[in-house]
């Protein structure tokens, strides 16, 4: 490419750093950095975040875990968690809510499983799958941690699509009063419409999904608005640490199967 021809493209390459500076960094964050650290530590993200959490957090406080992980990402390392702000709108869905069972797809480091598992009703139960072995026992290992036994959160290693056919016979889940999905967006409509194939979604419950915006679940969203079935609004949020990157947690009230 002739010099000519380079610095013609030059304000047009600095008028998209400038525009997309945040997803810049985030994506120094999320795959250089990381990458190198995993290189050089030998653990992941989730296992760094963890022996974090062992050495300045107490056990039996799911409230100081959950600071303590918030802290670890805004100033050691970008954990990409569901974050505090997101984090209150779950939880004042739990709390409104009041489940006897929830529903969790995508444990990841067990931040939301926590924020779950703390504001439940006495005698409520939470299932929380996780498709990834190695997050799973971070996961498990952070749950106890924070104090929650079996008996109030279960903990499924499996992909979601195999899981949930399951969910009646192996793990005796006959509805879920809430479901959050916080795994792969690209999963969620193929998600829903098996909770909904297997009738483990009464009238009335709840579906929170992360992400929605960004990375973007438009399939997700589109089903949701044009089924007939759900009523859905969108809580307009930023990432975690990256305010200026615009995403949001759809909310969904199932009317039945009509």
């Known amino acids: 490419m002739s010099p000519a021809i380079a610095l013609a493209f030059l ?3 600095v008028t998209l750093l400038v525009r997309y500076r945040h997803h810049f960094r985030l994506l120094v964050h999320t795959v250089l950095l990381r990458s190198l650290r995993d290189y050089l530590s030998g653990l992941r993200i989730e296992e760094r975040a963890f022996s974090y ?6 056990p039996g406080d799911p409230s100081q875990i959950l600071t303590t992980l918030d802290h670890w990402s805004s100033h050691c390392e970008y954990l990409s968690h569901m974050g505090p702000a997101k984090g209150q709108i779950l939880i004042r869905m739990v709390e409104e809510k009041a489940p006897a069972c ?3 797809l995508g444990t990841y480091c067990g931040y939301s499983t926590l924020l779950i598992a703390r504001a439940l009703p ?3 139960r939470l299932l929380t799958v996780e498709r990834d072995p190695r997050t799973a026992v971070v996961a498990e290992k952070l749950i106890r941690l924070a104090g929650f036994d079996e008996r109030t959160v279960e903990l499924i290693v499996g992909s979601s699509e195999e899981v949930i056919p399951r969910l009646r016979t192996q793990y005796q889940l006959s509805r879920a009063d809430l479901v959050l999905l916080a ?4 999963c969620y ?6 909770l909904e194939a297997h009738a483990l979604l009464p ?5 929170l999904a992360d992400h929605v915006l960004f990375p973007g679940a438009p399939r997700f969203l589109q089903y949701a608005k044009s089924c007939g079935r759900y009523r859905c609004r969108i809580h307009h949020t930023g990432l975690p640490d990256f305010p200026a990157i ?12 009509g």
């Open 11 to 13: 304000p047009l390459v």
């Open 53 to 58: 959490v062992l050495t300045h957090a107490l």
């Open 102 to 104: 929830v529903l969790e």
């Open 122 to 124: 006495p005698g409520s």
């Open 183 to 186: 795994h792969r967006p690209r």
């Open 189 to 194: 409509l193929r998600d829903l419409q098996l």
């Open 203 to 207: 009238a009335g419950a709840t579906v």
């Open 246 to 257: 615009k995403d949001g947690i759809a909310q969904l009230t199932y009317a039945g199967p």
